[in-house]
């Protein structure tokens, strides 16, 4: 079974500080890792991807994940949070050849001024 | 390019109806994947299409039913609405023999009275 987990359903932080979105997955194979964010009112953006390449992957906008097998997880980072990067946060698996997907419950990311 | 888009934007329907969302993936794209996001949670995957069939079906009944035409674009169709059934459509597109990477429209929602 496949499942991913998002520790925090709301992470606040400040202007300039740094972002750290927490997920870990469970599969009993090695899936396909992926970030994406929902702005409200809008459609599903795609941050990053992971698939067994480098286990540090950069997306858009500053954000990178760190995939770390011993750990199962993958957790999504920024070095200095923007007011735009207020939005929900989803860490997806997806097994080979992406026949299923799994969302986690997402993250509600608020940046204060 | 065009996107992944998806129509009507809005709809609202009473118990008991019928519904039909449509969809169209983005140029290139041959699979095309539907999932339902409820307000405040993350997308669940309701079915996939590859080659006008479904390929993998997430946890969702028999109302729950789609197609996919010879040009790629889908359809979802939901008979027999529940209030339960209210919520945000999405649908995403994908090359299958390209990896995994899904690609997300808008979204359709729905509002069952």
């Known amino acids: 079974a496949q499942s991913v987990t998002q520790l925090d359903s709301h992470v606040s932080v400040s202007e300039g500080t740094p972002v750290l979105l927490r997920c870990n997955y469970s599969?009993?194979?090695?899936?396909?890792l992926f970030w994406y964010v929902q702005h409200p009112n809008k459609g599903l953006q795609l941050l990053l991807k992971?698939?067994?390449?480098?286990?540090l992957v950069k997306g858009i906008n500053g954000f990178e994940a760190e995939f770390k097998k011993s750990e199962t997880s993958f957790h999504l980072t920024k070095p200095s949070a923007h007011m735009s990067d207020a939005a929900e946060y989803f860490c997806?698996?997806?097994?080979?050849?992406?026949?299923?997907?799994?969302f986690g419950a997402g993250t509600r990311l608020f940046v204060k001024a | 390019d065009a996107g992944v888009t998806q129509s009507p934007t809005h709809l609202i329907k009473t118990r008991g109806q019928q519904v039909t969302l449509r969809c169209s993936p983005k140029s290139g794209h041959d699979t095309v994947s539907w999932y339902q996001q409820a307000l405040g949670q993350g997308p669940q995957f309701i079915f996939q299409?590859?080659?006008?069939?479904?390929?993998q079906r997430g946890n969702f009944p028999d109302r729950f039913s789609g197609h996919q035409f010879p040009n790629y674009s889908s359809e979802l169709n939901v008979n027999a609405l529940l209030l339960g059934d209210s919520a945000l459509y999405l649908c995403a597109s994908s090359l299958r023999q390209g990896g995994e990477t899904q690609y997300f429209g808008p979204g359709t929602r729905l509002l069952v009275l």
């Open positions: 992971y698939t067994s390449a480098a286990t």
């Open positions: 299409y590859y080659e006008e069939e479904e390929r």
């Open positions: 599969s009993s194979y090695s899936p396909s």
């Open positions: 997806v698996a997806q097994n080979t050849g992406g026949f299923k997907t799994i």
